[in-house]
């Protein structure tokens, strides 16, 4: 076999038997990214492949762990007008094109050789290519996530895909922002085959070669289960895709709220072209994409996912964490049933989980094996690999097995005495470098760490429910908490899964303590005459995923109460519900968990309209109408003006934390990028006049934070 050689800066252009494999290997990175470098190198790469006689097929693939993981999200910040974002997806276009003809003018098949992650650009550019054969490796995934960064796949992603895998697959997966395995993107058609990671090179080549001349290299995507002919049949008449394409919109609008602008641009992109041919599906593309890389909600969504990765990168402190490979889980209910579950499933380490009774070990070992079932149900892992998970996770009902313990974690109820005595007895049975870590949502580490034998070794991990769903472990440190213990805990947070942010210890540290104002206020509306349904509406309309009164359902109001009380005590009448709340203590409305709260719920819990009760209940007279800019207007600048004080008083360790912490601790809408980015894109200047004024109306609770009225003053933005 002959062979020969030619290296770019970003491509290694290799022949092997007419067959070109070109790789991307993009150069001081550890991923390849889509930006100006590769894009210049490729337009030479594909000068060559289109000229070169001696090329008759082409392999295209990376010499990175990942195929391509999409733009180069920080040239976005580079283009300053929609003019200029727009003529960059131009050049982009052309250029795709241009790979696209080679097969399709010149008869010489690309076939696309993906191991790793294919998303965004890295999906598009294979989406140009006549064939795309996958890995089965567990990290080979296909997606276009260009929504959750508040753009459109533009690089022909809403053009390509729904010609490949039909129009309302491509609209689930655009939507969405949705990747899919290799199954799947086998099943739709995505992908043409799947191999082994060690025979994908070796097979891409034999591919290419074998369709050399041919004009046949696209998957059909055809699904023809009942199903799918249901679809099609939707899909290819202009009666039913109007049906689809409206069907797709109230989904969507139901979904969003209106709040997102991007997919519904990416939904108008799509029809544009399958109603208006290619040509003007391209030019609605790039048009759509140069109007929303310069919107203020893309912008939020980026500033997301920049703090992100640098909190995901964070260290926290200069220190080796122990290598944690045994757990306890003290409390196994639906908390510690989660953090046994991630903590099995993800960080794969063995949990012990300590419960009173064997019907409470049972029950916490039923929850880690719905999680197991619902992750081998969806295929993210093998049957074998939950049998193995389980294996993992054992029960006791004594201090069996804490000896050698690296790491401890109570999940119990909201009792200051209860988690000092389990503190005591932990200390009693493990070694001094077991570190010892509390679940509490709104107890200061420092008082249950009083009296301990090693307060250096008491931390709080502060999970948020459902443990297997949400991403956020909010890591709290005392001023004696060694480096050691705090590094512990948020590398096997990382383990397990999560975003980790580590705030200062004090009462409710910072996710709780920002959601009080919410809650409060949202009580003062209500005995000021605004409805339920009026307050979780307006609300649920600014971006938050429930209402304040919703979420004291979930929550429970018994538990909202007793963090309430704790809240008032460190921070006075500013956390004081107006005394209605206590009405509802006293009526036993404890919300979803007995049935009664502000919702009805039927036998099964599921939450149905207000329930009209309440209102008797909290002895309150007729509703009247708030409009619901002021509702939303008080709730969120109560909330804003909260989290601006944890970082004044050094509970926050920067704002972007602040941000990270509310976006995936509580659901804070990414498109206004958190409560910090949010004052920053009004200023702080018209967020404390408006403070002002509803201190006048309402009185000292909304008094501006101290750190808002320095950056009111000096005009210096939160984040940069």
Request: glycine share 10%; hydrophobic share 40%; aromatic share 6%.
């Amino acid at each position: 076999m002959t062979t020969t050689a030619e290296t770019l800066t970003h491509f290694t252009i290799r022949m092997d038997r007419h067959v070109a494999i070109v790789t991307m290997d993009l150069e001081g990175e550890s991923m390849n990214t889509l930006g100006p470098r590769l894009i210049d190198d490729l337009t030479s790469v594909v000068h060559r492949l289109e000229t070169d006689p001696d090329i008759r097929a082409i392999v295209l693939t990376s010499a990175k762990r990942d195929f391509l993981v999409g733009a180069d999200i920080k040239f976005f910040d580079e283009l300053m007008s929609s003019e200029a974002a727009e003529d960059a997806i131009r050049t982009t276009h052309d250029l795709f094109a241009r790979l696209e003809r080679i097969h399709t003018r010149l008869g010489k098949p690309v076939v696309a050789a993906i191991d790793g992650n294919a998303l965004g650009g890295g999906l598009e550019l294979a989406l140009a290519c006549s064939m795309r054969i996958a890995t089965d490796s567990e990290r080979t995934q296909l997606g276009q996530p260009e929504t959750q960064l508040g753009v459109i796949p533009a690089g022909g992603g809403t053009q390509r895909l729904p010609k490949i895998i039909g129009i309302a697959n491509a609209l689930d997966m655009i939507l969405g922002g949705k990747n899919v395995r290799v199954k799947k993107a086998k099943a739709l058609g995505l992908v043409d085959e799947v191999v082994p990671t060690e025979l994908l090179i070796e097979i891409a080549i034999d591919r290419a070669r074998k369709a050399i001349g041919s004009v046949d290299g696209k998957s059909s995507g055809l699904d023809l289960s009942a199903s799918g002919l249901q679809k099609a049949a939707l899909e290819t008449n202009a009666i039913g895709r109007s049906i689809l394409f409206k069907q797709a919109r109230q989904k969507l609008l139901a979904q969003t709220k209106g709040n997102y602008p991007a997919p519904e641009r990416a939904l108008e992109a799509i029809r544009i072209g399958v109603e208006e041919g290619s040509e003007a599906g391209y030019a609605a593309e790039a048009r759509f994409f140069g109007e929303l890389v310069v919107s203020p909600e893309s912008a939020a969504q980026r500033s997301i996912f920049f703090g992100q990765r640098a909190v995901n990168r964070e260290k926290w402190v200069d220190a080796e964490p122990i290598d944690v490979g045994r757990v306890a889980m003290i409390g196994g209910g639906l908390m510690g049933g989660g953090i046994a579950a991630v903590t099995t499933l993800k960080a794969g380490a063995e949990v012990r989980v300590k419960e009173i009774d064997h019907d409470g070990i049972g029950r916490a070992l039923a929850y880690v094996q719905k999680v197991v079932d619902g992750r081998v149900n969806r295929r993210h892992m093998r049957a074998f690999e939950g049998e193995k998970a389980m294996l993992r996770v054992s029960g006791s009902t004594d201090w069996t097995g804490f000896a050698d313990t690296d790491l401890v974690i109570e999940a119990v109820f909201e009792s200051l005495d209860l988690k000092r005595s389990i503190v005591a007895d932990v200390e009693a049975v493990t070694s001094s470098r077991t570190v010892f870590a509390s679940n509490t949502s709104s107890i200061p580490i420092t008082d249950i760490a009083e009296g301990a034998a090693r307060p250096e070794a008491v931390v709080g991990m502060h999970y948020f429910s459902p443990v297997e769903k949400m991403p956020l472990l909010e890591v709290i440190a005392t001023e004696q908490t060694a480096d050691w213990a705090l590094a512990t805990a948020v590398e096997f947070g990382k383990r397990q899964g999560k975003t980790v942010i580590v705030v200062n210890d004090g009462p409710g540290f910072y996710t709780s303590r920002v959601l009080g104002p919410y809650g409060v206020e949202a009580f003062h509306l209500l005995n000021e005459g605004a409805s339920v349904e009026a307050i979780d509406t307006a609300i649920e309309q600014w971006g938050m995923p429930v209402g304040p009164m919703r979420l004291s359902d979930e929550v429970g109001l018994d538990v909202q109460v007793k963090i309430g009380r704790i809240m008032i005590d460190a921070f006075g009448d500013r956390m004081a519900f107006p005394g209605a709340i206590e009405r509802l203590e006293a009526d036993d409305r404890k919300g979803r968990k007995n049935r009664r709260g502000f919702y009805t719920y039927d036998a099964n819990g599921e939450r149905g309209g207000v329930d009209e009760t309440v209102y008797d209940a909290l002895g309150l007279g007729p509703r009247r109408e708030i409009p619901a800019s002021e509702i939303s207007e008080r709730i969120m600048l109560a909330f804003a003006n909260e989290a601006a004080r944890c970082l004044e008083e050094g509970i926050l360790r920067s704002a972007r934390d602040g941000d990270i912490g509310a976006v995936f601790g509580f659901g804070f809408p990414p498109f206004r990028g958190g409560p910090f980015f949010w004052v920053d894109q009004m200023g702080a200047a018209t967020v404390v006049a408006a403070l002002d004024r509803l201190a006048e109306q309402h009185g000292p609770r909304f008094e501006a934070a101290q750190i808002l009225r320095t950056h009111a003053e000096s005009g210096d933005p939160f984040r940069s």
